[in-house]
């Protein structure tokens, strides 16, 4: 036997008794003739005592840093305590040990502030990985895996298992292929998702269906993807979208329960998606805080129901306002103070190249009541107020207002008022805020070539299998796709077409999304061609999903959480990468095992291909 204990379990009660215990050295300590070790595995650390009865055999035998080390001792009570660690009122007194295993000097010390850079950190991930700080965050993921499995089993999911080397399904990104040597000259694609096959499953009528599985995209890795990552794909038939957002919210609710001990018990608050963006120029806004955009001016067709109040700016000459399509302004409570290196400061972030603004205007709610602006010379005081009272704010608040194109000005605005409460520490991360978003548009449209299909044309926003609000069929059905006049696409009438879709949104970032699918195979078609897709690509492509329609398809919907980013999330961090076992790098490399890479000769000639490298 090994061992008879771990590292993380003995207590006082334990005193006297003989125990072995096998783990990896962290420390060595030699006092005088006695010796420490600290000794860790999964479950903890444990001190062990070699007094100088051993001191012989550690001379001839002696110890490293993270050895393999069997130790047969009897616990003590000691006496300097360490209350940080819960085996930290007892050692091993050891009276037999044995190394099974000498281990090289590590390249990086294995503890939580440890000295080693990230790419080393990777490159020896199967040292990363005894970190304890590593370590916990794949006790999360564990964790949030298993809350899901139970609250999806006890719900009468069923977890299916679906192909990886299949034929592409449209996510949005490019496939990674896989050549077959068996049929030469062809290609399986890795799934982007298992979307496509969970449908047929529903087809098939496993009505309640759940895989926590991982998606494979060819994307340029921003800042925090991966290109291969893990979703709880989900999927259910006979539903409505009221349905699956109970179903899910309750299984967010019940990780938050079984994970980190919250009740959430608040409504999961809803918002569409045109209210969002209306609201915080972002359609997945970090509800935490309460700061709301004030939209002075903006392009009519993008809200159609919306009055502009464009009145407040007018008149006044200032052009930088008057020749902007849009105009919006953010209160940021508490800011009025700001002195003039701050203000400053803030206009040099819009302007920085990931922003894209001119500069930035700012009014002070001085608490006093009285107004200052960085455009007193065009704006009297009472029309300051005016836009202030606009905006919502309160004396004492600092008003930022930008200017320019719609979608950049939009996105700016976004990106502005997550900096300021970044800034204000109003992004809590113990705090935990979901939101539904509902009633995206159905179509994008694609003024440049995305994914090699051509410009000008509309592109799925989710994905072509998902349905139309019902109120919306009609207007697809009866009109062409064609947008004759590209500068004008946004008047077409698929532009406004809203589709049965849903994103989750935590604390700012998409954890989920999903939609009702189409299950008619007519519309499907029509859904096809409005993407520019002939019949004949429909078949080759899709052949397999229209066939089953025709074999009575239920209606069926679903949705799927990026689980790594979930997980990330719960457990504070920014990057998923802190949640995966054995991540990519920032180029899609995994430096451990050094790939991608090239393959033998030999291969090239089973799959009969011949490389030819532009
Ligand atoms: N397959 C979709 C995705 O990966 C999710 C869904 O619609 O269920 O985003």
């Not at 993921?141 to 006890?154: C, F, M, Q």
């Not at 009285?370 to 005016?386: G, I, M, P």
Request: proline share 4%; glycine share 6%.
């Amino acid at each position: 036997m090994y061992r008879t204990h771990t590292c993380g379990q003995l207590r006082l009660t334990d005193v006297n008794a003989t125990v072995t215990l096998a783990g990896w050295v962290q420390t060595v300590r030699k006092f005088g003739s006695i010796t420490f070790v600290d000794l860790r595995d999964r479950y903890g650390i444990t001190q062990l005592l070699f007094s100088e009865n051993l001191n012989a055999a550690l001379e001839a035998n002696p110890l490293g840093r993270e050895f393999v080390l069997q130790v047969t001792g009897t616990v003590n009570e000691r006496s300097s305590k360490n209350a940080n660690i819960p085996t930290g009122e007892i050692e091993i007194v050891v009276t037999e040990f044995k190394i099974l295993n000498k281990s090289a000097v590590p390249p990086f010390s294995i503890q939580d502030d440890t000295d080693g850079g990230d790419e080393l950190r990777m490159k020896y991930r199967y040292l990363d990985l005894r970190r304890n700080i590593v370590k916990k965050n794949l006790e999360l993921r564990y964790a949030v895996g298993r809350s899901t499995r139970n609250y999806l089993h006890e719900n009468n999911f069923m977890d299916i298992e679906t192909p990886f080397l299949i034929k592409s399904t449209p996510e949005g990104a490019r496939d990674f292929v896989v050549p077959s040597r068996m049929n030469a000259g062809q290609f399986y694609a890795l799934p982007q998702s298992p979307q496509t096959f969970k449908q047929l499953l529903m087809v098939s009528g496993y009505d309640r269906y759940y895989q926590i599985v991982k998606c494979f995209r060819d994307e340029d890795l921003r800042a925090d993807r991966q290109p291969e990552f893990t979703q709880i794909d989900c999927e259910m038939c006979f539903v409505e979208q009221e349905d699956i957002l109970q179903m899910f919210e309750g299984l967010v609710k019940r990780i938050f329960k079984d994970v980190k001990s919250i009740d959430y018990t608040d409504t999961v608050q809803r918002i569409t998606w045109e209210e969002a963006m209306w609201q915080y120029g972002n359609d997945k806004p970090d509800i935490r805080f309460d700061i709301k955009i004030c939209n002075i001016k903006f392009p009519q067709h993008t809200f159609p129901s919306k009055q502009s109040q464009s009145a407040l700016i007018d008149g006044a000459n200032f052009g930088v306002f008057d020749d902007a399509e849009t105009v919006v302004a953010i209160a940021i409570p508490n800011c009025s103070e700001y002195t003039r290196k701050q203000t400053d400061e803030l206009t040099e972030w819009v302007k920085r190249p990931q922003i894209g603004m001119k500069g930035l205007v700012f009014i002070k709610c001085n608490a006093d009541g009285t107004f200052k602006s960085s455009v007193d010379k065009f704006y009297s005081e009472e029309k300051l107020k005016a836009i202030a009272e606009a905006a919502n704010a309160k004396a004492g608040d600092l008003i930022l207002i930008l200017a320019g194109t719609e979608e950049r000005t939009r996105k700016a605005t976004s990106d502005l008022r997550m900096y300021m409460a970044d800034k204000l520490g109003l992004r809590k991360k113990d705090e935990f805020k979901l939101l539904w978003v509902l009633d995206f548009p159905l179509f994008e449209f694609a003024l440049e070539d995305q994914d090699g299909g051509g410009a000008g044309r509309w592109v799925a926003r989710h994905h072509p299998f998902t349905s139309p609000k019902p109120s919306d069929v009609e207007t697809m059905i009866n009109n062409s796709p064609k947008v004759e006049n590209l500068d004008k696409y946004l008047e077409h009438p698929y532009a406004n077409i809203k589709a049965n879709a849903y994103d989750m949104v935590l604390n700012g970032n998409e954890i989920g999304g999903g939609s009702i699918r189409i299950f008619q195979k007519e519309l499907q078609q029509k859904m096809f061609a409005a993407l520019g897709m002939n019949e004949e690509e429909q078949q080759h492509k899709f052949g397999f999903l229209l066939g089953a329609f025709e074999y009575g398809a239920p209606p069926h919907g679903g949705l799927a959480f990026g689980f790594d980013r979930l997980c990330a999330i719960l457990g504070g961090s920014e990057t998923i990468r802190d949640f995966i076992a054995f991540p990519k790098n920032n180029s899609g490399r995994d430096v451990m095992i050094d790939a991608p890479s090239t393959i033998d000769t030999k291969q090239f000639e089973e799959l009969q291909i011949k490389l030819d490298l532009k």
